[in-house]
RNA sequence: GACCCUAUCGUCUAGCGGUUAGGACACCGCCCUUUCACGGCGGGUGCACGGGUUCGAUUCCCGUUAGGGUCGCCA
Protein backbone atom coordinates (compact mmCIF):
# COMPACT_ATOMS: atom_id res chain seq x y z
CA UNK A 1 0.00 0.00 0.00
CA UNK A 2 1.37 3.15 -0.66
CA UNK A 3 2.33 5.55 1.36
CA UNK A 4 1.06 8.63 0.63
CA UNK A 5 3.22 10.98 3.06
CA UNK A 6 6.19 9.93 1.05
CA UNK A 7 4.84 8.57 -1.90
CA UNK A 8 2.64 10.33 -4.68
CA UNK A 9 -0.90 8.36 -5.13
CA UNK A 10 -0.83 6.27 -7.79
CA UNK A 11 -2.59 7.66 -10.58
CA UNK A 12 -3.78 5.31 -13.75
CA UNK A 13 -5.85 5.59 -16.39
CA UNK A 14 -8.09 3.98 -19.28
CA UNK A 15 -7.60 5.78 -22.19
CA UNK A 16 -9.64 4.38 -24.94
CA UNK A 17 -10.59 4.88 -28.49
CA UNK A 18 -14.29 5.44 -29.00
CA UNK A 19 -14.55 3.05 -32.42
CA UNK A 20 -17.88 1.66 -31.28
CA UNK A 21 -17.03 -1.27 -29.53
CA UNK A 22 -15.41 -2.35 -26.38
CA UNK A 23 -12.74 -4.69 -27.35
CA UNK A 24 -12.19 -7.60 -24.77
CA UNK A 25 -8.54 -7.14 -24.31
CA UNK A 26 -9.09 -3.36 -23.88
CA UNK A 27 -11.90 -4.34 -21.44
CA UNK A 28 -9.19 -6.27 -19.79
CA UNK A 29 -6.39 -3.46 -19.80
CA UNK A 30 -9.06 -1.39 -17.62
CA UNK A 31 -9.41 -3.88 -15.47
CA UNK A 32 -5.65 -4.61 -14.74
CA UNK A 33 -5.58 -0.77 -14.13
CA UNK A 34 -8.99 -0.50 -11.73
CA UNK A 35 -7.08 -3.36 -10.13
CA UNK A 36 -3.78 -1.33 -9.42
CA UNK A 37 -5.52 1.73 -8.52
CA UNK A 38 -7.67 -0.13 -5.97
CA UNK A 39 -5.07 -2.57 -4.71
CA UNK A 40 -2.53 0.86 -4.15
CA UNK A 41 -5.92 3.47 -2.81
CA UNK A 42 -4.98 5.08 -5.90
CA UNK A 43 -7.21 6.69 -8.70
CA UNK A 44 -8.65 5.22 -11.54
CA UNK A 45 -9.16 7.66 -14.46
CA UNK A 46 -10.62 7.86 -17.59
CA UNK A 47 -9.91 9.49 -20.82
CA UNK A 48 -11.75 9.38 -24.17
CA UNK A 49 -9.13 9.52 -27.11
CA UNK A 50 -11.67 10.63 -29.31
CA UNK A 51 -8.77 13.13 -31.91
CA UNK A 52 -10.39 11.89 -35.08
CA UNK A 53 -13.64 13.45 -34.53
CA UNK A 54 -15.19 12.47 -37.53
CA UNK A 55 -15.53 8.98 -36.90
CA UNK A 56 -16.70 9.06 -33.46
CA UNK A 57 -19.91 9.60 -31.83
CA UNK A 58 -21.64 10.00 -28.53
CA UNK A 59 -23.07 6.65 -28.72
CA UNK A 60 -19.47 5.23 -29.70
CA UNK A 61 -18.46 6.73 -26.15
CA UNK A 62 -21.63 5.20 -24.46
CA UNK A 63 -20.20 1.70 -25.43
CA UNK A 64 -17.01 2.11 -23.50
CA UNK A 65 -18.94 3.44 -20.28
CA UNK A 66 -21.61 0.91 -20.50
CA UNK A 67 -19.27 -1.82 -21.01
CA UNK A 68 -17.01 -0.45 -17.60
CA UNK A 69 -19.75 -0.01 -15.53
CA UNK A 70 -21.40 -3.65 -16.54
CA UNK A 71 -18.06 -4.85 -15.49
CA UNK A 72 -17.92 -3.17 -12.39
CA UNK A 73 -15.05 -1.27 -13.35
CA UNK A 74 -15.85 2.20 -11.60
CA UNK A 75 -13.45 5.37 -12.34
CA UNK A 76 -12.68 8.45 -10.07
CA UNK A 77 -12.10 11.13 -12.72
CA UNK A 78 -13.93 11.12 -16.30
CA UNK A 79 -16.64 11.81 -17.96
CA UNK A 80 -20.14 10.92 -17.00
CA UNK A 81 -22.25 10.67 -20.12
CA UNK A 82 -20.80 10.13 -23.73
CA UNK A 83 -21.56 13.86 -23.92
CA UNK A 84 -17.68 15.21 -25.23
CA UNK A 85 -18.98 18.87 -24.56
CA UNK A 86 -20.94 17.85 -20.77
CA UNK A 87 -18.75 18.30 -17.73
CA UNK A 88 -17.17 14.77 -16.58
CA UNK A 89 -16.27 14.19 -12.90
CA UNK A 90 -12.29 15.27 -11.71
CA UNK A 91 -9.86 18.13 -11.76
CA UNK A 92 -8.15 17.10 -14.63
CA UNK A 93 -10.83 17.91 -17.41
CA UNK A 94 -12.19 17.58 -19.89
CA UNK A 95 -11.48 13.99 -20.43
CA UNK A 96 -12.20 14.14 -23.80
CA UNK A 97 -9.45 14.70 -26.09
CA UNK A 98 -11.40 16.54 -28.50
CA UNK A 99 -11.90 19.39 -25.77
CA UNK A 100 -8.50 19.83 -25.33
CA UNK A 101 -7.40 21.63 -28.52
CA UNK A 102 -5.69 24.45 -26.59
CA UNK A 103 -3.60 22.82 -24.37
CA UNK A 104 -1.81 20.69 -27.27
CA UNK A 105 -1.61 24.08 -29.31
CA UNK A 106 0.45 25.44 -26.37
CA UNK A 107 2.51 22.48 -25.77
CA UNK A 108 3.52 21.98 -29.17
CA UNK A 109 3.91 25.70 -29.48
CA UNK A 110 6.29 25.37 -26.31
CA UNK A 111 8.74 23.04 -28.09
CA UNK A 112 8.64 24.52 -31.57
CA UNK A 113 9.98 27.99 -29.36
CA UNK A 114 13.08 25.80 -27.93
CA UNK A 115 14.08 24.01 -31.31
CA UNK A 116 13.03 20.61 -30.19
CA UNK A 117 10.23 20.18 -32.79
CA UNK A 118 10.16 21.52 -36.08
CA UNK A 119 7.66 22.49 -39.35
CA UNK A 120 8.22 20.11 -42.30
CA UNK A 121 5.78 20.64 -44.88
CA UNK A 122 3.11 22.21 -43.01
CA UNK A 123 3.17 19.28 -40.43
CA UNK A 124 5.27 19.50 -36.98
CA UNK A 125 7.94 17.00 -36.48
CA UNK A 126 9.53 16.14 -33.06
CA UNK A 127 13.36 15.75 -32.99
CA UNK A 128 13.90 12.37 -31.34
CA UNK A 129 17.09 11.22 -30.01
CA UNK A 130 19.48 9.35 -32.41
CA UNK A 131 20.62 7.35 -29.43
CA UNK A 132 18.71 4.17 -28.13
CA UNK A 133 16.63 4.73 -25.47
CA UNK A 134 16.16 2.49 -22.53
CA UNK A 135 12.55 1.49 -21.45
CA UNK A 136 11.83 0.82 -17.72
CA UNK A 137 8.92 -1.51 -17.41
CA UNK A 138 7.36 -3.00 -14.30
CA UNK A 139 6.22 -6.08 -16.18
CA UNK A 140 8.97 -7.11 -18.96
CA UNK A 141 11.87 -5.41 -17.18
CA UNK A 142 14.58 -3.14 -18.40
CA UNK A 143 14.15 -2.81 -22.42
CA UNK A 144 16.83 -1.30 -24.39
CA UNK A 145 14.80 -0.17 -28.19
CA UNK A 146 17.25 0.53 -30.90
CA UNK A 147 16.34 2.01 -33.86
CA UNK A 148 14.83 0.09 -36.77
CA UNK A 149 16.51 0.74 -40.18
CA UNK A 150 13.80 3.17 -41.34
CA UNK A 151 14.17 5.26 -38.09
CA UNK A 152 18.29 5.37 -38.77
CA UNK A 153 17.24 7.03 -41.82
CA UNK A 154 14.99 9.54 -40.47
CA UNK A 155 13.83 9.23 -36.11
CA UNK A 156 12.08 12.19 -36.23
CA UNK A 157 8.51 11.37 -36.25
CA UNK A 158 5.09 13.60 -36.92
CA UNK A 159 3.46 14.88 -34.14
CA UNK A 160 0.91 17.36 -35.39
CA UNK A 161 -0.57 16.46 -39.30
CA UNK A 162 -0.62 19.22 -41.78
CA UNK A 163 -4.04 19.75 -41.54
CA UNK A 164 -3.32 21.29 -37.59
CA UNK A 165 -4.62 18.14 -35.81
CA UNK A 166 -2.50 16.22 -33.33
CA UNK A 167 -1.69 12.77 -33.69
CA UNK A 168 -1.59 10.01 -30.82
CA UNK A 169 1.91 10.03 -29.40
CA UNK A 170 1.58 13.70 -28.53
CA UNK A 171 -1.62 13.63 -27.29
CA UNK A 172 -1.48 10.67 -25.30
CA UNK A 173 1.85 11.89 -23.91
CA UNK A 174 0.44 15.68 -22.99
CA UNK A 175 -2.40 14.36 -21.23
CA UNK A 176 -1.10 11.45 -18.82
CA UNK A 177 1.59 14.55 -18.12
CA UNK A 178 -1.30 16.95 -17.65
CA UNK A 179 -3.48 14.72 -15.80
CA UNK A 180 -0.33 13.60 -13.79
CA UNK A 181 -0.67 9.65 -14.59
CA UNK A 182 2.28 8.21 -12.46
CA UNK A 183 1.67 4.12 -14.27
CA UNK A 184 0.80 3.82 -17.46
CA UNK A 185 -0.94 0.24 -17.39
CA UNK A 186 -1.26 -0.63 -21.64
CA UNK A 187 -1.19 -3.36 -23.62
CA UNK A 188 2.35 -5.02 -24.92
CA UNK A 189 1.58 -3.58 -28.83
CA UNK A 190 2.66 -0.34 -27.12
CA UNK A 191 5.97 -1.16 -25.98
CA UNK A 192 7.97 -0.41 -29.41
CA UNK A 193 6.36 2.91 -29.01
CA UNK A 194 7.47 3.78 -25.72
CA UNK A 195 10.67 5.16 -26.86
CA UNK A 196 8.77 8.25 -28.31
CA UNK A 197 7.21 8.67 -25.53
CA UNK A 198 9.84 8.62 -23.10
CA UNK A 199 11.73 11.46 -25.49
CA UNK A 200 8.02 13.39 -25.38
CA UNK A 201 7.99 13.61 -21.57
CA UNK A 202 11.87 13.85 -21.27
CA UNK A 203 11.06 17.10 -23.79
CA UNK A 204 8.92 19.10 -21.51
CA UNK A 205 10.94 18.14 -19.00
CA UNK A 206 9.54 15.54 -16.90
CA UNK A 207 10.36 12.50 -16.08
CA UNK A 208 8.26 9.80 -17.74
CA UNK A 209 5.59 8.01 -15.50
CA UNK A 210 5.78 4.04 -14.57
CA UNK A 211 5.46 1.45 -17.34
CA UNK A 212 3.61 -1.49 -17.39
CA UNK A 213 2.92 -3.21 -20.55
CA UNK A 214 0.23 -6.20 -20.05
CA UNK A 215 0.51 -9.22 -22.46
CA UNK A 216 -2.56 -9.35 -25.31
CA UNK A 217 -5.40 -11.57 -25.50
CA UNK A 218 -5.19 -14.09 -28.50
CA UNK A 219 -7.89 -16.29 -30.06
CA UNK A 220 -7.63 -20.01 -29.19
CA UNK A 221 -5.98 -21.25 -32.44
CA UNK A 222 -2.88 -18.28 -31.36
CA UNK A 223 -4.00 -15.53 -33.89
CA UNK A 224 -3.92 -12.20 -33.11
CA UNK A 225 -7.76 -11.04 -31.77
CA UNK A 226 -8.79 -8.61 -34.20
CA UNK A 227 -12.21 -6.63 -34.08
CA UNK A 228 -13.47 -8.92 -36.61
CA UNK A 229 -13.41 -12.10 -34.73
CA UNK A 230 -15.98 -13.29 -32.55
CA UNK A 231 -15.50 -12.90 -28.71
CA UNK A 232 -13.80 -9.35 -29.75
CA UNK A 233 -16.29 -7.53 -28.34
CA UNK A 234 -16.99 -7.23 -24.56
CA UNK A 235 -20.82 -6.49 -26.03
CA UNK A 236 -21.25 -10.15 -27.14
CA UNK A 237 -20.70 -11.79 -23.48
CA UNK A 238 -23.40 -9.15 -22.56
CA UNK A 239 -25.20 -10.70 -24.86
CA UNK A 240 -24.83 -14.06 -24.89
CA UNK A 241 -25.91 -14.43 -21.09
CA UNK A 242 -22.17 -14.70 -18.95
CA UNK A 243 -22.50 -12.87 -15.78
CA UNK A 244 -20.34 -9.97 -15.09
CA UNK A 245 -18.42 -10.98 -12.32
CA UNK A 246 -17.50 -14.68 -13.81
CA UNK A 247 -15.88 -12.19 -17.18
CA UNK A 248 -14.17 -10.24 -14.68
CA UNK A 249 -12.81 -13.14 -13.28
CA UNK A 250 -11.79 -15.38 -15.90
CA UNK A 251 -9.85 -11.93 -17.27
CA UNK A 252 -7.99 -11.81 -14.49
CA UNK A 253 -7.13 -15.34 -14.86
CA UNK A 254 -5.46 -13.90 -18.34
CA UNK A 255 -1.64 -13.52 -17.87
CA UNK A 256 -2.21 -13.14 -13.94
CA UNK A 257 -2.57 -15.59 -11.00
CA UNK A 258 -3.51 -15.55 -7.47
CA UNK A 259 -1.65 -18.50 -6.84
CA UNK A 260 -2.71 -21.63 -4.88
CA UNK A 261 -4.62 -23.59 -7.20
CA UNK A 262 -6.93 -20.92 -7.51
CA UNK A 263 -9.67 -19.84 -10.19
CA UNK A 264 -12.72 -18.70 -8.59
CA UNK A 265 -11.82 -15.37 -7.21
CA UNK A 266 -13.91 -12.78 -6.76
CA UNK A 267 -13.04 -9.18 -8.04
CA UNK A 268 -12.70 -7.52 -4.24
CA UNK A 269 -10.18 -9.97 -2.99
CA UNK A 270 -8.46 -10.05 -6.42
CA UNK A 271 -7.97 -6.38 -4.92
CA UNK A 272 -5.93 -7.19 -2.10
CA UNK A 273 -3.47 -9.87 -4.32
CA UNK A 274 -3.19 -8.28 -6.96
CA UNK A 275 0.07 -5.79 -8.01
CA UNK A 276 1.69 -5.53 -11.47
CA UNK A 277 5.31 -7.37 -10.65
CA UNK A 278 3.59 -10.95 -10.99
CA UNK A 279 1.60 -10.08 -14.32
CA UNK A 280 2.97 -12.36 -16.86
CA UNK A 281 4.98 -11.54 -19.91
CA UNK A 282 3.72 -14.22 -22.42
CA UNK A 283 0.19 -13.60 -24.48
CA UNK A 284 -2.77 -15.33 -23.48
CA UNK A 285 -4.68 -17.48 -25.52
CA UNK A 286 -8.99 -17.05 -25.05
CA UNK A 287 -10.54 -19.93 -24.01
CA UNK A 288 -14.59 -19.74 -24.19
CA UNK A 289 -14.76 -23.70 -22.29
CA UNK A 290 -13.36 -22.43 -19.43
CA UNK A 291 -15.37 -19.01 -19.13
CA UNK A 292 -18.20 -21.41 -19.44
CA UNK A 293 -17.57 -23.36 -17.22
CA UNK A 294 -16.67 -20.64 -14.23
CA UNK A 295 -19.88 -18.84 -15.08
CA UNK A 296 -21.27 -21.98 -13.85
CA UNK A 297 -20.07 -22.11 -11.16
CA UNK A 298 -20.87 -18.15 -10.07
CA UNK A 299 -24.60 -18.68 -11.44
CA UNK A 300 -24.25 -21.59 -8.30
CA UNK A 301 -23.20 -19.13 -5.79
CA UNK A 302 -25.92 -16.69 -6.96
CA UNK A 303 -28.55 -15.68 -4.85
CA UNK A 304 -32.15 -16.98 -6.73
CA UNK A 305 -32.85 -13.11 -6.84
CA UNK A 306 -29.80 -12.71 -9.49
CA UNK A 307 -30.05 -15.71 -11.31
CA UNK A 308 -34.15 -14.94 -12.46
CA UNK A 309 -33.26 -11.19 -12.73
CA UNK A 310 -30.49 -12.49 -15.02
CA UNK A 311 -32.69 -15.39 -16.57
CA UNK A 312 -35.68 -13.31 -17.27
CA UNK A 313 -33.58 -10.43 -18.95
CA UNK A 314 -32.33 -13.50 -21.60
CA UNK A 315 -35.43 -14.97 -22.14
CA UNK A 316 -36.82 -10.88 -23.12
CA UNK A 317 -34.05 -11.34 -25.92
CA UNK A 318 -35.42 -14.82 -26.84
CA UNK A 319 -38.71 -12.55 -27.24
CA UNK A 320 -40.44 -14.12 -24.23
CA UNK A 321 -42.08 -11.89 -21.21
CA UNK A 322 -42.10 -13.06 -18.54
CA UNK A 323 -43.71 -10.10 -16.76
CA UNK A 324 -46.93 -11.65 -18.86
CA UNK A 325 -47.15 -14.39 -16.11
CA UNK A 326 -48.04 -14.62 -13.02
CA UNK A 327 -45.07 -14.14 -10.25
CA UNK A 328 -44.93 -16.78 -8.55
CA UNK A 329 -45.13 -19.31 -11.53
CA UNK A 330 -42.22 -17.16 -13.10
CA UNK A 331 -40.36 -18.03 -9.97
CA UNK A 332 -40.77 -21.58 -9.76
CA UNK A 333 -40.35 -21.89 -13.07
CA UNK A 334 -36.95 -19.85 -13.62
CA UNK A 335 -35.86 -22.28 -10.26
CA UNK A 336 -35.97 -24.95 -11.80
CA UNK A 337 -33.12 -23.95 -14.41
CA UNK A 338 -31.03 -22.74 -11.64
CA UNK A 339 -28.68 -25.56 -11.41
CA UNK A 340 -28.38 -26.51 -14.49
CA UNK A 341 -27.48 -23.46 -16.48
CA UNK A 342 -23.93 -22.55 -17.01
CA UNK A 343 -24.79 -19.33 -19.33
CA UNK A 344 -28.27 -17.59 -19.33
CA UNK A 345 -29.03 -18.02 -23.11
CA UNK A 346 -29.35 -21.83 -22.21
CA UNK A 347 -32.37 -20.69 -20.45
CA UNK A 348 -33.30 -21.16 -23.66
CA UNK A 349 -33.31 -24.74 -23.81
CA UNK A 350 -34.24 -24.91 -20.00
CA UNK A 351 -36.92 -22.26 -19.33
CA UNK A 352 -38.31 -21.02 -22.16
CA UNK A 353 -41.14 -23.35 -22.76
CA UNK A 354 -42.81 -22.61 -19.34
CA UNK A 355 -43.83 -19.50 -21.38
CA UNK A 356 -44.55 -20.72 -24.99
CA UNK A 357 -48.27 -21.59 -25.52
CA UNK A 358 -46.89 -23.70 -28.95
CA UNK A 359 -43.84 -25.58 -28.17
CA UNK A 360 -40.65 -25.11 -30.32
CA UNK A 361 -39.08 -27.97 -30.65
CA UNK A 362 -35.42 -28.41 -30.84
CA UNK A 363 -35.49 -30.03 -34.11
CA UNK A 364 -38.01 -31.42 -36.82
CA UNK A 365 -37.04 -34.98 -36.30
CA UNK A 366 -37.53 -34.80 -32.38
CA UNK A 367 -41.20 -33.36 -33.52
CA UNK A 368 -41.51 -36.55 -35.99
CA UNK A 369 -40.01 -38.66 -33.15
CA UNK A 370 -42.57 -37.65 -30.76
CA UNK A 371 -45.72 -37.81 -32.98
CA UNK A 372 -44.92 -41.32 -33.79
CA UNK A 373 -44.40 -42.67 -29.95
CA UNK A 374 -46.83 -45.48 -29.41
CA UNK A 375 -50.18 -43.41 -28.46
CA UNK A 376 -51.48 -46.66 -26.56
CA UNK A 377 -48.72 -45.79 -23.76
CA UNK A 378 -48.91 -41.88 -24.58
CA UNK A 379 -52.57 -42.55 -23.88
CA UNK A 380 -52.57 -44.26 -20.47
CA UNK A 381 -49.86 -41.69 -18.82
CA UNK A 382 -52.11 -38.83 -19.75
CA UNK A 383 -55.34 -40.63 -18.26
CA UNK A 384 -53.04 -41.49 -14.97
CA UNK A 385 -51.81 -38.00 -14.45
CA UNK A 386 -55.25 -36.66 -15.02
CA UNK A 387 -56.13 -38.56 -11.71
CA UNK A 388 -53.09 -37.14 -9.60
CA UNK A 389 -53.84 -36.11 -6.64
CA UNK A 390 -52.53 -33.61 -5.33
CA UNK A 391 -50.44 -32.33 -8.29
CA UNK A 392 -47.15 -32.13 -7.40
CA UNK A 393 -43.28 -33.56 -8.50
CA UNK A 394 -43.70 -36.47 -5.77
CA UNK A 395 -46.97 -37.69 -6.82
CA UNK A 396 -46.69 -37.20 -10.38
CA UNK A 397 -43.28 -39.38 -10.61
CA UNK A 398 -45.13 -41.75 -8.56
CA UNK A 399 -47.88 -41.43 -11.17
CA UNK A 400 -45.64 -42.31 -13.76
CA UNK A 401 -43.74 -45.17 -12.30
CA UNK A 402 -46.75 -47.10 -11.65
CA UNK A 403 -48.25 -46.27 -15.02
CA UNK A 404 -44.90 -48.48 -16.47
CA UNK A 405 -44.77 -50.74 -14.20
CA UNK A 406 -48.54 -51.61 -14.94
CA UNK A 407 -47.57 -51.34 -19.11
CA UNK A 408 -44.76 -53.55 -18.25
CA UNK A 409 -42.26 -50.87 -19.96
CA UNK A 410 -39.08 -49.41 -18.95
CA UNK A 411 -39.19 -46.00 -17.21
CA UNK A 412 -37.86 -43.84 -19.95
CA UNK A 413 -40.42 -45.12 -22.70
CA UNK A 414 -43.12 -42.80 -21.05
CA UNK A 415 -40.23 -40.53 -19.97
CA UNK A 416 -38.85 -39.60 -23.14
CA UNK A 417 -42.34 -38.59 -24.58
CA UNK A 418 -43.14 -36.76 -22.18
CA UNK A 419 -40.53 -34.63 -21.44
CA UNK A 420 -40.52 -33.94 -25.09
CA UNK A 421 -44.00 -33.45 -24.94
CA UNK A 422 -43.81 -30.82 -22.52
CA UNK A 423 -40.38 -29.08 -23.24
CA UNK A 424 -39.95 -29.98 -27.09
CA UNK A 425 -36.65 -30.87 -26.53
CA UNK A 426 -34.65 -33.78 -24.93
CA UNK A 427 -32.89 -31.92 -22.34
CA UNK A 428 -34.14 -30.03 -19.40
CA UNK A 429 -34.81 -29.82 -15.95
CA UNK A 430 -35.80 -32.19 -13.78
CA UNK A 431 -38.71 -33.38 -15.05
CA UNK A 432 -41.24 -33.98 -12.40
CA UNK A 433 -40.30 -30.25 -11.29
CA UNK A 434 -41.06 -29.14 -14.59
CA UNK A 435 -44.74 -31.20 -14.46
CA UNK A 436 -45.31 -29.58 -11.03
CA UNK A 437 -45.14 -26.03 -12.40
CA UNK A 438 -46.30 -26.42 -15.23
CA UNK A 439 -49.67 -27.47 -13.45
CA UNK A 440 -51.40 -30.16 -14.36
CA UNK A 441 -53.77 -28.19 -17.06
CA UNK A 442 -51.08 -27.30 -19.30
CA UNK A 443 -48.89 -30.82 -18.59
CA UNK A 444 -52.57 -32.46 -20.40
CA UNK A 445 -52.99 -29.49 -22.52
CA UNK A 446 -49.75 -30.80 -24.24
CA UNK A 447 -50.24 -34.40 -24.29
CA UNK A 448 -53.42 -33.73 -25.75
CA UNK A 449 -51.76 -31.86 -28.57
CA UNK A 450 -49.36 -34.92 -29.33
CA UNK A 451 -52.33 -37.58 -29.86
CA UNK A 452 -54.74 -35.24 -31.69
CA UNK A 453 -51.65 -34.79 -34.54
CA UNK A 454 -52.26 -37.66 -36.92
CA UNK A 455 -49.60 -40.01 -36.79
CA UNK A 456 -46.72 -39.31 -39.33
CA UNK A 457 -46.86 -41.77 -42.65
CA UNK A 458 -50.42 -43.51 -41.34
C1' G B 1 13.70 -5.54 -44.19
C1' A B 2 14.90 -3.60 -39.06
C1' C B 3 13.68 -3.35 -33.99
C1' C B 4 11.10 -5.22 -29.48
C1' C B 5 8.61 -9.00 -26.48
C1' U B 6 7.55 -14.12 -25.50
C1' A B 7 8.01 -19.79 -25.12
C1' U B 8 5.59 -25.61 -18.77
C1' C B 9 -0.18 -30.62 -20.83
C1' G B 10 -4.91 -28.93 -26.42
C1' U B 11 -6.00 -24.07 -23.23
C1' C B 12 -5.17 -20.93 -18.58
C1' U B 13 -1.51 -21.50 -15.04
C1' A B 14 1.89 -23.17 -10.19
C1' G B 15 7.13 -23.67 -10.24
C1' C B 16 11.76 -19.15 -9.23
C1' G B 17 18.98 -25.39 -9.52
C1' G B 18 17.67 -31.18 -6.75
C1' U B 19 9.67 -32.04 -7.28
C1' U B 20 6.89 -39.01 -8.78
C1' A B 21 6.61 -31.30 -12.68
C1' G B 22 1.01 -29.46 -8.97
C1' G B 23 -4.06 -27.30 -10.04
C1' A B 24 -8.15 -25.78 -13.32
C1' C B 25 -10.85 -26.05 -18.11
C1' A B 26 -11.42 -29.44 -22.02
C1' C B 27 -11.12 -34.73 -23.18
C1' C B 28 -11.72 -40.36 -22.17
C1' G B 29 -13.71 -44.35 -18.96
C1' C B 30 -16.89 -46.00 -14.64
C1' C B 31 -20.65 -44.81 -10.71
C1' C B 32 -25.15 -41.95 -9.67
C1' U B 33 -29.56 -40.94 -12.73
C1' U B 34 -36.14 -39.39 -15.81
C1' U B 35 -32.82 -36.00 -19.88
C1' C B 36 -29.01 -32.54 -19.29
C1' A B 37 -26.06 -30.72 -15.62
C1' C B 38 -24.11 -31.54 -10.81
C1' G B 39 -21.48 -34.89 -7.67
C1' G B 40 -18.00 -39.21 -6.84
C1' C B 41 -13.91 -42.38 -8.61
C1' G B 42 -10.16 -43.35 -12.21
C1' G B 43 -7.13 -42.00 -16.77
C1' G B 44 -3.95 -39.88 -20.64
C1' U B 45 -1.42 -35.72 -22.31
C1' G B 46 3.62 -30.95 -21.00
C1' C B 47 8.91 -28.27 -19.68
C1' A B 48 9.88 -26.10 -28.47
C1' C B 49 15.07 -27.49 -30.29
C1' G B 50 20.57 -27.09 -29.90
C1' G B 51 24.64 -25.54 -27.27
C1' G B 52 26.82 -23.96 -22.77
C1' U B 53 27.30 -22.81 -16.92
C1' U B 54 26.79 -26.37 -12.85
C1' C B 55 27.90 -32.15 -9.04
C1' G B 56 22.89 -31.36 -11.00
C1' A B 57 18.91 -27.87 -15.29
C1' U B 58 11.87 -26.85 -16.60
C1' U B 59 14.50 -23.12 -13.68
C1' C B 60 20.67 -19.23 -15.36
C1' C B 61 23.36 -17.65 -20.33
C1' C B 62 23.74 -17.88 -25.86
C1' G B 63 21.79 -19.42 -30.45
C1' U B 64 17.85 -21.60 -33.57
C1' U B 65 12.83 -22.13 -34.46
C1' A B 66 7.99 -20.54 -33.66
C1' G B 67 4.27 -16.97 -32.12
C1' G B 68 3.04 -11.91 -31.08
C1' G B 69 4.07 -6.65 -31.45
C1' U B 70 6.25 -2.04 -33.60
C1' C B 71 8.67 0.93 -37.33
C1' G B 72 1.87 6.05 -40.37
C1' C B 73 0.43 13.19 -41.42
C1' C B 74 -4.26 5.57 -37.41
C1' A B 75 -5.19 5.22 -32.26
Known sequence: ???????????????????????????????????????????????????????????????????????????????????????????????????????????????????????????????????????????????????????????????????????????NVIDDLEMGITHVIRGEDHLSNTAKHIALFRAFGVEPPQYAHI?????????????????????????????????????????????????????????????LPQILRHNARFDLNKLHWLNGEYIKVMSPERFRELAAQALLRLGIDTSRFEAGYVRAALDTAKQKVKQFNEVKHFAAFYFRDNLEFDNEALRTELLAADRKLVTKLRDALALVAPWDAKTSETAVKATATELGVKIGALVHPLRVACSGSTVGPSLYHALEVLGRERVLQRLDWVLQQPVPGA
Open 215 to 275: PLILNIDGSKMSKRDKGASLLSYIEEGFAPEAVANYLCLLGWSPKGNREMVPLAEVVGLFD
Open 1 to 171: MANSQTEKQVRVRFAPSPTGFLHIGGARTALFNWLYARHTGGKFLLRIEDTDAARNTQEAVEVILTGLRWLGLDWDEGPLTGDATAAGKGECGPYFQSQRGENYRQRVAWLLERGLAYEHEGAVKFRMPREPVIIPDLVVGKVTRELTDRERLDPDFVIVRSDGQPVFHLV
